[in-house]
Protein backbone atom coordinates (compact mmCIF):
# COMPACT_ATOMS: atom_id res chain seq x y z
CA UNK A 1 0.00 0.00 0.00
CA UNK A 2 1.65 3.29 -0.82
CA UNK A 3 1.51 6.46 1.28
CA UNK A 4 -1.00 8.22 1.72
CA UNK A 5 -0.86 11.57 0.23
CA UNK A 6 -1.88 14.67 1.94
CA UNK A 7 -5.83 15.77 1.19
CA UNK A 8 -7.33 18.48 0.20
CA UNK A 9 -9.04 21.14 2.25
CA UNK A 10 -12.70 20.25 2.04
CA UNK A 11 -15.48 23.25 1.10
CA UNK A 12 -16.95 25.35 4.03
CA UNK A 13 -20.01 24.60 5.43
CA UNK A 14 -20.62 27.53 7.18
CA UNK A 15 -18.77 31.13 8.99
CA UNK A 16 -16.45 29.09 11.33
CA UNK A 17 -15.04 26.20 8.83
CA UNK A 18 -14.85 29.16 6.15
CA UNK A 19 -12.74 31.47 8.97
CA UNK A 20 -10.82 28.11 9.40
CA UNK A 21 -10.14 27.35 6.13
CA UNK A 22 -9.49 30.58 4.24
CA UNK A 23 -6.88 31.30 7.35
CA UNK A 24 -4.94 28.48 7.06
CA UNK A 25 -5.05 27.60 3.16
CA UNK A 26 -1.80 29.13 2.46
CA UNK A 27 -0.33 30.97 5.23
CA UNK A 28 2.15 30.23 7.48
CA UNK A 29 1.21 30.72 11.33
CA UNK A 30 3.28 32.77 12.32
CA UNK A 31 2.12 35.36 9.62
CA UNK A 32 -1.05 35.95 11.23
CA UNK A 33 -3.03 35.41 14.47
CA UNK A 34 -5.80 33.31 13.85
CA UNK A 35 -8.97 35.46 13.40
CA UNK A 36 -11.53 33.75 15.62
CA UNK A 37 -10.47 33.48 19.25
CA UNK A 38 -14.05 33.27 20.38
CA UNK A 39 -16.59 31.70 17.93
CA UNK A 40 -20.38 31.85 18.03
CA UNK A 41 -21.50 28.35 17.83
CA UNK A 42 -24.65 27.95 17.14
CA UNK A 43 -25.31 24.06 17.17
CA UNK A 44 -22.24 22.03 18.63
CA UNK A 45 -23.19 19.13 16.39
CA UNK A 46 -24.05 20.46 13.67
CA UNK A 47 -22.16 21.10 9.60
CA UNK A 48 -19.92 23.95 10.36
CA UNK A 49 -19.09 23.52 13.91
CA UNK A 50 -18.24 19.31 13.20
CA UNK A 51 -16.52 20.70 10.00
CA UNK A 52 -14.25 22.87 12.10
CA UNK A 53 -13.09 20.44 14.45
CA UNK A 54 -12.84 17.81 11.94
CA UNK A 55 -9.95 19.82 10.34
CA UNK A 56 -8.50 20.90 13.07
CA UNK A 57 -7.89 17.40 14.37
CA UNK A 58 -6.86 16.54 11.03
CA UNK A 59 -4.15 18.56 11.51
CA UNK A 60 -2.54 16.30 14.04
CA UNK A 61 -2.48 13.03 11.72
CA UNK A 62 -2.24 13.68 8.07
CA UNK A 63 -2.61 17.43 7.39
CA UNK A 64 -3.61 18.95 4.17
CA UNK A 65 -2.10 20.03 1.02
CA UNK A 66 -1.09 23.60 1.20
CA UNK A 67 -1.56 24.16 4.77
CA UNK A 68 1.85 24.60 6.94
CA UNK A 69 2.78 21.99 9.36
CA UNK A 70 2.67 24.76 12.08
CA UNK A 71 -0.82 24.90 12.47
CA UNK A 72 -0.87 22.11 14.37
CA UNK A 73 0.19 24.08 17.41
CA UNK A 74 -0.74 27.34 16.76
CA UNK A 75 -1.80 29.03 20.01
CA UNK A 76 -4.88 31.05 17.94
CA UNK A 77 -6.23 27.67 16.46
CA UNK A 78 -6.00 25.98 19.77
CA UNK A 79 -8.34 28.54 21.24
CA UNK A 80 -10.42 28.04 18.78
CA UNK A 81 -10.85 24.37 18.91
CA UNK A 82 -11.05 24.36 22.77
CA UNK A 83 -14.35 25.92 22.20
CA UNK A 84 -15.72 24.05 19.73
CA UNK A 85 -14.21 21.08 21.86
CA UNK A 86 -15.87 22.65 24.76
CA UNK A 87 -19.10 23.28 23.77
CA UNK A 88 -19.63 19.49 22.07
CA UNK A 89 -18.42 17.91 25.07
CA UNK A 90 -21.36 20.40 27.36
CA UNK A 91 -23.82 18.66 24.15
CA UNK A 92 -22.60 15.22 25.22
CA UNK A 93 -22.39 15.61 29.05
CA UNK A 94 -25.98 17.21 28.65
CA UNK A 95 -27.24 13.68 26.93
CA UNK A 96 -25.92 11.38 28.76
CA UNK A 97 -26.57 9.83 31.93
CA UNK A 98 -23.95 10.36 34.40
CA UNK A 99 -24.33 6.98 35.69
CA UNK A 100 -21.38 5.19 36.88
CA UNK A 101 -22.09 1.38 36.37
CA UNK A 102 -19.03 0.10 32.83
CA UNK A 103 -19.91 -3.45 33.42
CA UNK A 104 -23.85 -2.12 33.26
CA UNK A 105 -23.23 0.16 30.11
CA UNK A 106 -20.90 -2.33 29.06
CA UNK A 107 -23.80 -5.72 29.09
CA UNK A 108 -26.20 -3.17 28.24
CA UNK A 109 -24.68 -2.64 24.45
CA UNK A 110 -23.98 -6.56 24.35
CA UNK A 111 -27.20 -7.29 24.28
CA UNK A 112 -28.86 -7.05 20.64
CA UNK A 113 -32.00 -5.44 20.14
CA UNK A 114 -35.47 -7.32 19.58
CA UNK A 115 -36.38 -5.57 16.90
CA UNK A 116 -33.44 -5.00 14.51
CA UNK A 117 -33.23 -1.08 14.04
CA UNK A 118 -29.43 -0.57 12.87
CA UNK A 119 -28.03 0.29 10.28
CA UNK A 120 -26.18 -3.22 9.46
CA UNK A 121 -29.84 -4.90 10.17
CA UNK A 122 -31.33 -2.64 7.00
CA UNK A 123 -28.27 -3.45 4.87
CA UNK A 124 -28.41 -7.06 6.26
CA UNK A 125 -32.14 -7.35 5.12
CA UNK A 126 -33.11 -4.52 2.64
CA UNK A 127 -30.12 -2.29 1.76
CA UNK A 128 -29.16 -1.98 -1.82
CA UNK A 129 -25.63 -1.85 -3.44
CA UNK A 130 -25.89 1.89 -3.59
CA UNK A 131 -26.87 2.13 -0.12
CA UNK A 132 -24.19 -0.01 0.69
CA UNK A 133 -21.79 2.00 -0.81
CA UNK A 134 -23.27 4.90 1.25
CA UNK A 135 -22.24 3.43 4.27
CA UNK A 136 -18.65 2.65 2.99
CA UNK A 137 -18.18 6.22 2.64
CA UNK A 138 -19.64 7.28 5.95
CA UNK A 139 -17.17 4.58 7.44
CA UNK A 140 -14.19 5.36 5.53
CA UNK A 141 -13.62 8.62 7.44
CA UNK A 142 -12.62 5.93 10.89
CA UNK A 143 -11.41 2.82 9.21
CA UNK A 144 -9.06 4.46 6.57
CA UNK A 145 -7.38 5.60 9.54
CA UNK A 146 -8.57 2.77 11.89
CA UNK A 147 -6.96 2.19 15.41
CA UNK A 148 -4.95 6.03 14.93
CA UNK A 149 -6.93 8.06 17.54
CA UNK A 150 -7.12 5.08 20.39
CA UNK A 151 -3.19 4.95 19.17
CA UNK A 152 -2.76 8.51 21.10
CA UNK A 153 -4.23 7.19 24.91
CA UNK A 154 -1.03 4.06 24.72
CA UNK A 155 1.18 6.22 26.76
CA UNK A 156 -1.66 7.63 29.09
CA UNK A 157 -1.88 4.24 30.39
CA UNK A 158 0.06 2.23 32.25
CA UNK A 159 0.95 -1.67 33.61
CA UNK A 160 -1.44 -4.30 32.59
CA UNK A 161 -3.80 -2.03 30.53
CA UNK A 162 -1.25 -0.79 28.51
CA UNK A 163 -0.29 -3.87 27.53
CA UNK A 164 -3.45 -4.99 26.77
CA UNK A 165 -4.26 -2.35 24.32
CA UNK A 166 -1.22 -2.78 22.77
CA UNK A 167 -2.26 -6.16 21.88
CA UNK A 168 -5.54 -4.86 20.65
CA UNK A 169 -3.92 -2.07 18.53
CA UNK A 170 -1.21 -4.37 17.07
CA UNK A 171 -4.00 -6.39 15.77
CA UNK A 172 -5.86 -2.86 14.23
CA UNK A 173 -2.46 -2.54 12.52
CA UNK A 174 -2.76 -6.22 10.77
CA UNK A 175 -0.04 -7.12 13.49
CA UNK A 176 2.79 -5.75 11.64
CA UNK A 177 1.99 -6.35 8.30
CA UNK A 178 0.85 -3.77 6.39
CA UNK A 179 -1.31 -5.90 3.89
CA UNK A 180 -3.05 -6.79 7.36
CA UNK A 181 -3.78 -3.72 8.37
CA UNK A 182 -7.67 -2.89 9.00
CA UNK A 183 -7.35 0.49 7.00
CA UNK A 184 -5.48 -1.61 3.93
CA UNK A 185 -8.74 -4.27 4.03
CA UNK A 186 -10.96 -1.18 3.96
CA UNK A 187 -8.95 0.56 1.07
CA UNK A 188 -9.52 -2.85 -0.88
CA UNK A 189 -12.82 -2.51 0.25
CA UNK A 190 -13.52 0.70 -1.35
CA UNK A 191 -11.70 -0.27 -4.66
CA UNK A 192 -13.21 -3.38 -4.85
CA UNK A 193 -16.42 -1.62 -4.80
CA UNK A 194 -15.47 0.97 -7.13
CA UNK A 195 -15.01 3.82 -5.18
CA UNK A 196 -12.01 6.08 -3.91
CA UNK A 197 -9.75 4.89 -1.59
CA UNK A 198 -8.14 8.18 -1.52
CA UNK A 199 -7.78 9.19 2.66
CA UNK A 200 -10.54 11.29 3.27
CA UNK A 201 -12.22 11.51 -0.39
CA UNK A 202 -15.24 11.47 1.14
CA UNK A 203 -15.01 14.16 3.72
CA UNK A 204 -16.95 16.61 1.42
CA UNK A 205 -19.72 14.51 1.00
CA UNK A 206 -20.87 12.97 4.72
CA UNK A 207 -23.39 14.65 6.85
CA UNK A 208 -22.18 15.71 10.33
CA UNK A 209 -23.57 13.43 12.21
CA UNK A 210 -20.46 11.12 10.71
CA UNK A 211 -18.34 13.71 11.01
CA UNK A 212 -19.20 13.82 14.98
CA UNK A 213 -18.49 9.83 15.71
CA UNK A 214 -15.25 10.85 14.76
CA UNK A 215 -14.22 13.99 16.46
CA UNK A 216 -15.09 12.25 19.52
CA UNK A 217 -12.32 9.60 19.16
CA UNK A 218 -9.88 12.54 18.02
CA UNK A 219 -10.79 14.36 21.08
CA UNK A 220 -10.92 11.44 23.90
CA UNK A 221 -7.22 10.52 21.71
CA UNK A 222 -5.92 14.02 22.11
CA UNK A 223 -7.03 14.54 26.12
CA UNK A 224 -5.05 13.27 28.67
CA UNK A 225 -7.95 13.90 31.21
CA UNK A 226 -10.77 12.08 28.63
CA UNK A 227 -8.20 9.14 28.40
CA UNK A 228 -10.81 6.58 30.37
CA UNK A 229 -13.42 7.87 27.80
CA UNK A 230 -11.29 6.76 25.68
CA UNK A 231 -11.16 3.17 26.75
CA UNK A 232 -14.97 3.45 26.93
CA UNK A 233 -15.78 4.23 23.64
CA UNK A 234 -13.06 1.54 22.53
CA UNK A 235 -14.67 -1.05 24.34
CA UNK A 236 -18.47 0.09 23.02
CA UNK A 237 -16.90 0.06 19.20
CA UNK A 238 -15.14 -3.55 19.70
CA UNK A 239 -18.48 -4.81 21.85
CA UNK A 240 -21.20 -3.58 19.05
CA UNK A 241 -18.65 -4.21 16.02
CA UNK A 242 -19.08 -8.31 15.77
CA UNK A 243 -22.81 -8.74 15.63
CA UNK A 244 -22.85 -5.64 13.16
CA UNK A 245 -20.28 -7.34 10.94
CA UNK A 246 -22.09 -10.73 10.94
CA UNK A 247 -24.90 -8.59 9.47
CA UNK A 248 -23.05 -6.55 6.99
CA UNK A 249 -21.60 -9.83 5.50
CA UNK A 250 -24.83 -10.48 5.14
CA UNK A 251 -25.73 -7.88 3.13
CA UNK A 252 -22.93 -8.07 1.13
CA UNK A 253 -23.29 -11.68 0.18
CA UNK A 254 -27.00 -10.95 -0.54
CA UNK A 255 -25.76 -8.56 -2.61
CA UNK A 256 -23.22 -10.77 -4.36
CA UNK A 257 -20.69 -7.93 -3.56
CA UNK A 258 -16.72 -8.78 -4.50
CA UNK A 259 -14.79 -11.03 -1.84
CA UNK A 260 -12.77 -8.13 -0.38
CA UNK A 261 -15.91 -6.35 0.51
CA UNK A 262 -16.80 -9.29 2.39
CA UNK A 263 -13.52 -9.87 4.09
CA UNK A 264 -13.25 -6.24 5.79
CA UNK A 265 -16.33 -7.55 8.05
CA UNK A 266 -15.59 -11.32 7.90
CA UNK A 267 -11.83 -10.42 9.73
CA UNK A 268 -13.84 -8.31 12.65
CA UNK A 269 -16.98 -10.96 12.88
CA UNK A 270 -13.62 -12.90 14.71
CA UNK A 271 -11.14 -10.58 15.52
CA UNK A 272 -13.43 -8.46 17.87
CA UNK A 273 -15.47 -10.64 19.48
CA UNK A 274 -12.02 -11.48 20.77
CA UNK A 275 -11.01 -7.44 21.21
CA UNK A 276 -14.24 -7.54 23.32
CA UNK A 277 -12.84 -9.74 25.68
CA UNK A 278 -9.78 -8.04 26.06
CA UNK A 279 -11.12 -4.45 26.54
CA UNK A 280 -13.89 -5.65 29.23
CA UNK A 281 -11.71 -7.33 31.36
CA UNK A 282 -8.09 -6.80 30.88
CA UNK A 283 -7.98 -2.93 30.24
CA UNK A 284 -11.48 -1.91 31.60
CA UNK A 285 -11.88 -3.91 34.69
CA UNK A 286 -8.06 -3.47 35.21
CA UNK A 287 -8.40 0.20 35.34
CA UNK A 288 -11.52 0.34 37.29
CA UNK A 289 -9.11 -1.54 40.08
CA UNK A 290 -6.09 1.08 39.29
CA UNK A 291 -8.36 3.74 39.77
CA UNK A 292 -12.45 3.49 40.63
CA UNK A 293 -12.99 7.43 39.93
CA UNK A 294 -12.20 6.53 36.39
CA UNK A 295 -15.20 4.40 36.16
CA UNK A 296 -17.63 7.47 35.62
CA UNK A 297 -15.80 8.81 32.97
CA UNK A 298 -15.08 4.81 30.88
CA UNK A 299 -19.35 5.22 31.13
CA UNK A 300 -19.36 8.79 29.59
CA UNK A 301 -17.10 7.46 26.72
CA UNK A 302 -19.61 4.42 26.34
CA UNK A 303 -22.72 6.15 26.33
CA UNK A 304 -22.09 9.47 24.11
CA UNK A 305 -20.38 6.87 21.19
CA UNK A 306 -23.38 5.16 21.40
CA UNK A 307 -25.25 8.27 21.43
CA UNK A 308 -23.47 9.28 18.18
CA UNK A 309 -24.03 6.02 16.34
CA UNK A 310 -27.65 5.78 16.96
CA UNK A 311 -28.05 10.12 15.34
CA UNK A 312 -25.99 8.91 12.63
CA UNK A 313 -27.93 5.54 12.30
CA UNK A 314 -31.34 8.07 12.57
CA UNK A 315 -30.21 10.32 10.13
CA UNK A 316 -29.47 7.53 7.26
CA UNK A 317 -32.68 5.59 7.46
CA UNK A 318 -34.74 8.41 7.37
CA UNK A 319 -32.94 9.38 3.93
CA UNK A 320 -33.11 6.38 3.07
CA UNK A 321 -36.88 5.06 3.56
CA UNK A 322 -37.57 8.19 2.00
CA UNK A 323 -35.63 6.25 -1.09
CA UNK A 324 -33.08 9.77 -0.24
CA UNK A 325 -29.14 9.84 -0.36
CA UNK A 326 -27.49 9.94 2.64
CA UNK A 327 -25.16 11.54 1.04
CA UNK A 328 -24.43 15.31 0.15
CA UNK A 329 -24.43 16.20 -3.36
CA UNK A 330 -20.46 17.37 -3.86
CA UNK A 331 -18.32 15.20 -6.22
CA UNK A 332 -15.88 13.50 -3.42
CA UNK A 333 -13.74 11.83 -6.04
FE1 LIG B 1 -10.50 -3.21 13.20
FE1 LIG C 1 -11.11 -4.38 16.85
Request: glycine fraction near 8%; include cysteine.
Amino acid sequence: MSPIATPSLPRSRGPLSHALISTIAGEAPHAQTFPVPHPVIADPLGADAQLALYICYELHYHGFSGVDDGWEWDPGLLAFRHELEDQFLATLRGQTSGANDATAALDRLAVEPQQGSGLSDYLSERGTWVQMREFFAHRSLYHLKEGDPHAWVIPRLSGAAKAALVAVEFDEYGGGRVERMHSTLFANLLREAGMSSRYLAYLDCVPPESLATVNFMSLCGLHRNLRAALVGLFAATEITTAPSARRIVAGLTRLGAPRACRHFYTEHIEADAVHEQILRHDIVAQMIQDDPKCEGDIVFGIEASELLEQRLARFVLDKWNRELSSLMPVAGG
